[in-house]
């Protein structure tokens, strides 16, 4: 009887030790994740929105849009996103109603959503939803265009952008634009 009385308290020490030295790693623990996490937040990319790389002079060069006035927008939505559109009648659709043909006109638009820090596995699961990719070479690490989402995502230098592009009802001609544009942010980003 007198073993079990001097076991039980050392028992009971010894859980506490335990648990202490346990409680003891777990803060060390924390405590090398928040450095790592303050370490990288102290060296962030100098680039904050893809306006940055691709400016109004850019779009109106790219596309020669001087003569007409161009929406431009630089916010963050899920990812930081610049935004450009102008009414030039390049886009359309064409619906039947009641016999009669209407010309529905679209504006023109270039969108460009940046990712940081990207990996190929965000990528490639970025790009999973394209049905009909196809492969763009010599362009960043990997580049796949979507014709029916009329969009080039790109991955460069652990960015990844999506640059979607609208300017005509013409497939071949938004692709064309689109590795354009890619290009020239690829270039930026050296």
Same mark, same amino acid.
């Given at each position: ?33 928040? /450095? &790592?996490?303050?370490? #990288?937040?102290?060296? *962030? !990319? ?10 109004? +002079? $850019? ?38 109603? /009641? &016999?009669?043909?209407? #010309?529905?006109?679209? *504006? !023109? ?10 990996? +190929? $596995? ?43 592009? #609208? ?24």
């Amino acid at each position: 009887m007198k073993n079990t009385k001097i076991n039980i308290p050392m028992a009971i020490t010894l859980l506490f030790v335990l648990a202490c030295n346990n409680k003891e790693n777990k803060s060390n623990t924390n405590q090398v994740a928040v /450095a &790592d996490k303050d370490k #990288k937040a102290e060296t *962030p !990319s100098s680039i904050d929105s893809p306006c940055e790389l691709i400016s109004l +002079e $850019d779009i109106k060069t790219m596309f020669v849009t001087a003569d007409f006035p161009i929406e431009t927008e630089d916010k963050v939505l899920t990812y930081p996103t610049c935004i450009y559109k102008w009414e030039d009648g390049q886009v359309f659709s064409v619906r039947k109603i /009641a &016999d009669q043909e209407l #010309k529905l006109t679209m *504006p !023109s638009e270039v969108l460009i959503v940046m990712v940081k820090g990207c990996t +190929e $596995d965000m990528y490639k699961r970025s790009t999973k939803v394209y049905k009909q990719p196809q492969e763009i070479p010599n362009l960043g690490d990997m580049a796949v265009w979507d014709s029916r989402m009329s969009q080039l995502s790109f991955l460069s230098q652990g960015y990844m952008f999506h640059v979607h592009v #609208k300017v005509s009802n013409e497939d071949q001609e938004n692709m064309k634009k689109a590795i354009e544009v890619s290009n020239l942010i690829a270039t930026k980003l050296k």
